[in-house]
């Protein structure tokens, strides 16, 4: 069974582009979206909304935005860094922003990779394809979250 | 004190009759009396005729002021110090609006990138629906409904060069500079062979002086150098045996470096829209731009303390000459 990919993502227009591009390139998982970094978290730990509910796999990928209501990108990241289950999930920032202050403040908070969201259509396909590609397929992770269900 | 006039009594609230007679140093507040700056003042009036300096003093009712305080020495026939003539004036007003205007800056420069970050996402939206509409429907609408589509794609990227435009100016204002010896000629070099690894198919002849120096921030001067270099390189595309030439030569004595090119060139009446940011003396669609290159090269050099301006003529090309202040150290 494959993974999903958590896509933590407020824009509606940014999600479809995101699927589209995902689908164009034929990358089949599962595409959980959420709207906010709070759900992302309790998806993740299973919290909140999430409380209760059967304890979801980790997802293959996380797809962070960092200009997020309630709780912001680069609160998530500290938070999924600083707790033993999701230390080394790998999480990808996917993002408007190509500010210096952002990527390095993402890659002192531990993140994988930092891609900026292209305006124009085609190069974020391949983009996300790119993304999708080397994280689903190419990357090896570690034992510690290859082996989690 | 020996005369004492009307504004000096608005200023400090003392009436004459109280304060002639009295030492200048009555307005110093007492750290500065103690550690002699009153006297350091007067005679370092003595020894120069004049000295100036900006610090606190005191009102009548004890309360403080920032002052510009010029001292200059009177002196009689034979040039022996025989008094001081003492100009104050009071910064706080000055000191409050330049506050003002500073705050008033950075919130405007705030504003401006946020809107310009906030514009990007609904601009991916516009720009992508009509790609995936394109290429999935494409087929099912005739060539005006092709066309019309590609208008859209056109104009969304046209509107993405400019967001990022504007990001890459707030950002020059931004950031801090860390002045050191830069090397022009090698920098130059690197962005011409970038140049022409995206334009294979042009042939341009390019002459860069070697060891063109300069002070300034390393990572400014790159960005100088790709919008001037590019610029050239950009308007002189529709011209036979291109030539873009980048040196130094001597302006009323100052080092003025320069970037020619034998362009399209442009008309002199209107040299001084060229730096003003969005202004274009060209179509978009003779030569594509943002109208913001050299509102970016203007920025940085002003930023460093130098200037920019053009010489050219339509037809017959452009040079643009820039000076930087030189820090102390043979060259």
Redesign the interface.
């Known amino acids: 069974m494959t993974k999903v990919i958590l896509l933590v993502e407020d ?1 509606k ?2 999600e ?2 995101t699927l ?1 591009a995902f689908r164009s390139c034929g990358i089949a998982n599962d595409v959980k979206v959420v709207r906010d970094g709070a759900e992302a978290l309790d998806y993740l730990f299973g919290t909140g909304v999430y409380a209760g509910a059967e304890p979801s796999a980790l997802p293959a990928l996380v797809l962070l935005d960092l ?1 997020l209501p309630r709780v912001s990108g680069h609160e998530v990241l500290r938070r999924l860094r600083s707790d033993a289950r999701t230390k080394l999930l790998p999480i990808v920032v996917l993002t ?2 190509n ?1 210096d202050e952002d990527l390095a403040r993402s890659y002192e908070l531990g993140v994988n990779a930092y891609v900026r ?6 190069e ?1 396909a391949v983009a996300a394809r790119a993304v999708g590609l080397f994280w689903l397929l190419l990357n090896e992770l570690p034992p510690a979250i290859r082996d989690t269900p | 004190m020996v005369t004492w006039n009307r504004g000096a009594e608005a200023l400090k609230g003392y009436g004459s009759d109280e304060i002639l007679g009295q030492h200048c140093s009555i307005f110093y507040l007492p750290e500065d009396r103690a550690n002699g700056t009153p006297e350091r003042e007067l005679s370092d009036a003595t020894r120069d005729g004049r000295s100036e300096c900006v610090g606190w003093r005191l009102r009548r009712d004890g309360t403080r002021f920032l002052a510009n305080v010029v001292i200059c020495a009177i002196k009689d026939g034979p040039g022996h110090v025989v008094g001081f003539a003492k100009i104050t004036h009071d910064l706080t007003a000055r000191r409050a609006a330049e506050k003002a205007l500073s705050d008033a800056n950075r919130e405007l420069e705030a504003f401006s990138y946020a809107v310009a ?1 906030d514009l ?6 516009m ?6 509409l394109l290429d999935t429907y494409g087929e099912k609408l005739d060539a005006q409904g092709n066309d019309w589509l590609q208008e859209i794609l056109l104009n ?2 046209k ?2 060069a400019l ?1 990022d435009a504007l990001l890459a100016l707030g ?1 020059l204002t931004r950031a801090e500079l860390h002045v050191e010896r830069v090397d022009l000629s090698a920098v130059a070099g690197a962005v011409v062979a970038r140049l022409a690894a995206a334009e294979p198919e042009r042939s341009v002849e390019v002459a860069i002086q070697p060891g063109l120096l300069a002070d300034l921030d390393p990572h400014l001067a790159q960005a100088l150098l790709e919008n001037l270099i590019g610029n050239a390189w950009k308007f002189s595309a529709r011209t036979a045996a291109a030539r873009i030439e980048v040196g130094v030569t001597e302006t009323s004595g100052v080092r003025t470096f320069f970037v020619r090119d034998n362009g399209a060139g442009f008309d002199m009446a209107f040299a001084g829209k060229l730096f003003t940011p969005f202004q274009r003396l060209h179509t978009v669609d003779e030569f594509f731009g943002t109208g913001i290159g050299l509102a970016t090269a203007q920025r940085i050099l002003h930023r460093h303390g130098g200037r920019i301006w053009a010489q050219g003529a339509v037809g017959a090309g452009a040079t643009f000459f820039f000076t930087l202040p030189e820090i102390a150290g043979d060259r």
């Open positions: 824009n227009s940014d479809k582009l589209l200009n408007s922003s500010e969201k292209p305006v124009d259509f085609t974020f | 970050h990007r996402a609904p601009l991916r939206g720009n992508g629906f009509a790609q995936v969304a990227k509107m993405g967001i950002r």
